[in-house]
Structure formats: structure tokens, C-alpha cells
């Protein structure tokens, strides 16, 4: 049985969204660590990662090697003191329900 092919990513900055990326952006600013030190680039990988793109893919979309994209993952969580992508999910989510 083939499996069907997996529908592209949501990205809360892409136009049809809906009004997601704001209220996520403003979720990212509440988070605990140096926020207001994330470059414009961080900002974008770390939304898309919070949207579950890979890096491949995040490198895709905004036209950067994967391997930049590792680089720019790595500032974002040395930045916030997170040590994996899960971490920084359950803290939005603790933020969010705040």
C-alpha cells in the first residue's frame, strides 16, 4: 500500500494562515530567555521550526543551506536556554496558557 505524500507545512507567515503568526510572534516575546536579542533571521527559523519544518525544509523556504539554518537554530537556543525543540514547544505552550 503507498502511503500518500505528505501535504506541505502551514507556516504561520505564509499568507492564508490567518491572523496565527502575529499572536505566535507575540507568544515568542513572552518566552523566558533573550528574546529581544533574536535576530530578524532567527525569528524566521524559529518560527518555522515551531511550525515542524526540518531544516531542509526551513532552508528551502528561505533560500539558506541547511546548514545555516542549523547555525541560526543553534544562536535561537543558546539565546532562549533550551536544549532541544521540544523544550522550547512546552514553554510556549506553558507561556500561551498563561
Do not use: C, W, Y
Amino acid at each position: 500500500m503507498a502511503l500518500a505524500p505528505r501535504p506541505p507545512p502551514v507556516h504561520p507567515t505564509e499568507p492564508g494562515f490567518g491572523n496565527e503568526a502575529e499572536p505566535l510572534q507575540a507568544l515568542i516575546d513572552r518566552l523566558p530567555g533573550q528574546t529581544e536579542s533574536l535576530t530578524p533571521r532567527d525569528r524566521d527559523v524559529l518560527m518555522a521550526l515551531l511550525g515542524g519544518e526540518g531544516n531542509k525544509e526551513i532552508g528551502r523556504r528561505l533560500g539558506i543551506s541547511h546548514r545555516t539554518v542549523e547555525i541560526h537554530r543553534g544562536r535561537v537556543m543558546a539565546k532562549l536556554n533550551a536544549g532541544s525543540a521540544i523544550e522550547l514547544l512546552r514553554r510556549l505552550m506553558i507561556v500561551r496558557d498563561l
